[in-house]
């Protein structure tokens, strides 16, 4: 019997340049799309290769994530010090020579460098202005009032409107009992500032120009006003709503009577906006009674708190204990301590050894709390 013959497996060279071209043509879409989405075409394993069987392998792949989260921190702040490293190179020598104004009634609680910064902002708004606008947050109006600058610019005969920001993260009763307590005082206009995201959602703007225009008025009828305009400032504590609330009365720029003049907004005739806010700090005590409040007020940065867990006892006393279980699906808790114990377990950041690093899970609380993520708010006292 004749054997078969096996194919041969030879091509020819048209076959073969052709699939040589559909390889190089499949290599270029393959760049082409790595390009466009670099996460979707890095197909490397990311596991540890831990056996399904091995005693700790849940805790060794959180000590794993908890390692990764870490590096990519550093990383972070280390980009973050580089950006502020050039930015403080790229000053020029009149913004340092500003920096020699006179202290603030209140002093700050923060770096020097930074402080040197916002000092000449203050000055500027106390100084040049005659129509002061402070700004105090409705989730804590006591807290962020400051009475000694009040008193300093009652004393210089100027005239102060309290704005109420942030009225829509508190229930309308507790809104109008703050009004009427502040109102005994002071005009006090309640608004919601529109923020980018939101940027219809703005209220009690237009009441707020209406006050600056009467009290202009009043202001003109004084001798030394009569050829010169009045001039708005803004003051109030960090993140109470500043910036904002300037952006929104940007929005209201007459052009018609507009003043040519740098830093300074448009709001009608012979009435002005500076586009400047003064930043006020809480004061510190001598016995550091209250350097929690001093953190959280002054806005500083969770991770540069040496002792994140005072401010935790704070925060817990501002919140019910059925918000923040809620917020963290945890049971009911005993103290402070064994809240932060309960967070943790919940966001799984226990580590090998079964212990929980404190720290970390305040830093946590208090970025939650600084984001609106836990709703809080002050009740006015019933001695008041």
């Known amino acids: 019997m004749v054997p078969k013959r096996h194919k041969s497996k030879r091509l020819s060279l048209h076959q073969k340049y052709k699939i040589e071209k559909r390889i190089l043509q499949h290599h270029k879409k393959a760049r082409r799309e790595a390009r466009k989405h670099p996460k979707k075409a890095s197909k490397k394993d990311s596991s540890l290769g831990i056996p399904n069987n091995f005693p700790f392998k849940e805790e060794l792949l959180l000590q794993a994530e908890e390692e990764k989260r870490r590096i990519e921190e550093e990383k972070q702040q280390k980009k973050a010090e580089r950006k502020a490293a050039k930015a403080q190179n790229n000053l020029t020598p009149t913004t340092t020579a500003n920096t020699t104004a006179p202290q603030p009634i209140i002093a700050p609680v923060i770096s020097k460098t930074k402080q040197d910064s916002l000092v000449v902002d203050f000055m500027?708004?106390?100084?040049?202005?005659?129509?002061?606008?402070?700004?105090?947050?409705?989730?804590?109006?006591?807290?962020?009032?400051?009475?000694?600058?009040?008193?300093?610019?009652?004393?210089?005969?100027?005239?102060?409107?309290?704005?109420?920001?942030?009225?829509?993260?508190?229930?309308?009763?507790?809104?109008?009992?703050?009004?009427?307590?502040?109102?005994?005082?002071?005009p006090v206009v309640p608004i919601v500032n529109g923020t980018p995201e939101n940027k219809n959602k703005s209220l009690g703007i237009d009441t707020l120009i209406k006050y600056c225009k009467k009290y202009r008025d009043t202001v003109k009828d004084k001798d030394d006003f009569k050829e010169k305009p009045v001039t708005v400032g803004v003051i109030g504590f960090p993140g109470s709503g500043k910036y904002t609330l300037i952006e929104n009365l940007r929005k209201f720029h007459d052009k018609e009577h507009e003043i040519k003049v740098d830093s300074l907004i448009t709001l009608g005739e012979n009435l002005t906006l500076l586009d400047c806010p003064g930043v006020v700090f809480a004061l510190q005590e001598e016995d550091d009674s209250n350097l929690a409040e001093i953190m959280i007020r002054n806005c500083v940065k969770p991770k540069l708190i040496d002792q994140p867990e005072i401010c935790v006892t704070t925060i817990l006393d501002r919140c019910t204990k059925d918000q923040l279980c809620k917020m963290y699906k945890i049971p009911p808790f005993i103290d402070y301590n064994d809240f932060l114990l309960q967070v943790g377990r919940t966001k799984h950041l226990v580590k090998l050894n079964g212990r929980i690093n404190t720290s970390d899970i305040a830093i946590i609380v208090i970025t939650d709390f600084k984001q609106n993520r836990v709703p809080n708010y002050t009740v006015l006292p019933k001695d008041h």
């Open 124 to 186: 500027t708004v106390t100084e040049n202005v005659e129509i002061v606008l402070e700004v105090i947050d409705a989730r804590d109006p006591i807290g962020t009032r400051t009475l000694e600058i009040e008193e300093s610019i009652i004393g210089n005969n100027k005239i102060l409107i309290i704005v109420m920001t942030k009225i829509d993260l508190v229930p309308r009763e507790t809104v109008n009992e703050w009004v009427q307590y502040f109102g005994a005082e002071y």
